[in-house]
């Protein structure tokens, strides 16, 4: 992965973003940090169901220590808030966020620090899952050093409308593309919209890598999202010409360039087409949106050639969604003892189980958590178990390539054929 072009942008960023301001409890903040107040940047947004769990973590913390929490949203733009707040001497000591394109930079360009000693030092190590961990390691690999520390998974399955099939004469979830398409074809016969997903965004980015490693291995995926050569790849190419067919194939809605991941839930939740890619962090909307989906929804695994490389639908599923990044500031003697109460706290039996139970939290943290569960699609996704293989996840690999990648994919749901694509992927690879 190349980290020194994700420096360049971060440092650009933090030129051009207003300072960060902190919001939650009271507190100077930044370098001037008072000695009984920890500062926190979160990406879990005010008036959701984890940030709820969040409050309630914070607030016992600071029962329990009298150690105030000043935090505030880090929302869509946290990694442009945070490198701001750095580049001004204002750094919070504690960041709340996915391993996702920028902060998969911060190593690199001074933000935050490796916690391998750490995890060490605060008994953690043998507290959170060995694979969870790898994933927060630079390149993924055993030998790089820890970015941060795992908390937040998720399991991305495909949701299936039984009911929607049904009508359409489908009576089995599709299991290779001949099969979806055909049942993609008779849902459009009874005027049922098919498969929705966001393609002008990050979720049809998803669900495109999906179907173009059907023919990859893990190997080979992952070397062409991190350098690019996608064209010359002919595993790869043989995917995208897959995509192009499912696409011209009718199996994506109609205008399907043109829809978000919002209007994927939304149109799914109300029943307005049959199948759709969610990952976990949907299952509390999908029950709140009262329209009981969950009654009607099988999850499983995306539909795979014959002939490709899976011997069963896939899904994705990982430990990069959210973890705990410390800054340089956090790191410093005076204040990584707070950072380490803190997070201390996060892991929790008690903190854990909340979040698992409210919050519907695939864990990474070793315990029997699992019987915590109780939303019958975490229940369900939980127990996919061996019925499908996991795909490469890009995230990790593509790093800071992410927009350029969703603009050529968005691109690719509108048309064009399989060297375009290509071509275009490799352009947008950096």
């Known amino acids: 992965m ?8 971060a440092l650009v960023a933090a030129v051009a973003v207003p300072a960060l301001v902190f919001t939650g409890c009271a507190g100077s903040g930044g370098s001037e940090a008072a000695s009984d107040t920890i500062s926190v940047v979160t990406r879990w947004a005010s008036g959701s169901t984890e940030a709820e769990i969040q409050q309630r973590v914070f ?46 930079g911060w190593l690199d360009a001074g933000v935050t620090v490796p916690l391998d000693d750490q995890i060490e030092e605060w008994g953690l190590a043998d507290r959170i899952q060995e694979s969870a961990l790898d994933e927060w390691r630079v390149g993924s690999v055993p030998s790089g050093e820890l970015q941060g520390l795992p908390y937040s998974g998720f399991s991305w399955p495909i949701w299936y409308n039984t009911d929607l099939l049904a009508q359409a004469g489908v009576t089995e979830v599709p299991e290779t593309t001949d099969d979806l398409i055909a049942a993609s074809t008779a849902l459009r016969a009874a005027g049922i919209p ?10 049809g980015q998803k669900l495109f890598y999906q179907i173009i490693q059907s023919y990859a291995d893990a190997d080979a995926t992952k070397k062409v999202m991190s350098e690019g050569g996608y064209c010359e790849s002919d595993d790869i190419m043989k995917g995208i010409d ?3 067919q499912l696409r011209d194939a009718g199996v994506f809605v109609d205008d399907v360039a043109g829809y978000t991941a919002d209007d994927m839930y939304a149109t799914y939740f109300a029943e307005k087409a049959a199948i759709m890619p969610a990952a976990s962090w949907e299952f509390a909307p999908a029950l709140e949106a009262g329209t009981d989906i969950q009654d009607v929804t099988q999850l499983g695994g995306l539909a795979i050639p014959a002939d490709g490389t899976f011997t069963q639908p896939t899904a994705y599923q990982g430990f990069t969604g959210v973890g705990f990044m410390v800054t340089k500031q956090g790191a410093e003697s005076d204040r990584v003892d707070l950072v380490r109460q803190l997070i201390e706290a996060f892991y929790s039996d008690d903190a854990v189980a909340d979040f698992v139970t409210n919050g519907n939290n695939v864990t990474p943290v070793i315990g029997d958590f699992a019987d915590k569960a109780e939303n019958p699609l975490l229940k369900a996704a939980l127990d996919l178990g061996d019925t499908v293989d996991y795909a490469v996840l890009p995230d990790v690999w593509i790093g800071s390539s992410s927009d350029p990648l969703i603009q050529v994919i968005t691109k690719a749901y509108g048309g064009g054929d ?11 690879t950096l």
């Not at 190349?2 to 942008?9: D, E, I």
């Not at 399989?418 to 947008?428: K, P, R, S, T």
């Open 59 to 104: 607030d016992k913390f600071t029962e329990d220590t009298g150690i105030k929490v000043e935090f505030t949203d880090g929302l869509e733009e946290i990694d442009d808030q945070v490198e701001t707040a750095v580049a001004a001497g204002k750094a919070p000591d504690l960041v709340i966020v996915n391993l996702y394109d920028k902060t998969l």
């Open 194 to 203: 098919p498969l929705i997903v966001g393609g002008n965004d990050w979720s």
């Open 418 to 428: 399989a060297q375009e694509i290509c071509a275009g992927l490799d352009q947008a």
């Open 2 to 9: 190349n980290h020194s072009r994700t420096r360049t942008a």
């Open 242 to 244: 897959l995509f192009t």
